[in-house]
């Protein structure tokens, strides 16, 4: 089931992909952008995990957890730099 299933789950991680940064490249505002890549993000780590679960080897989740870690530091930086009325 899962040599299915993790195919199908990794194109539709693409997709998302695809559509999040597109909306990194053209919104309309910083906060826009700061959501779509902190999900960019995200997908990154989910197709990591995938792609272990589907391998069978888990060499790859603590690069996978060190993404999520930095992703979600700058998503915090990023919003307390919006906070402070940057990008004015």
Sequence with gaps: MV???????????????????????IGPTLPDRVVALDMAATIV???????????GSYYYIPAAISIALLSFVGTVALALYIRRGGAE
């Design 3 to 25: 040599e299915f299933i993790c195919p199908i789950v990794m194109l539709m991680l693409t997709v998302a992909f695809g559509a999040s940064f597109v909306r990194v490249v």
């Design 45 to 55: 780590v989910a197709l990591i995990l995938t792609h272990c679960v589907r391998s």
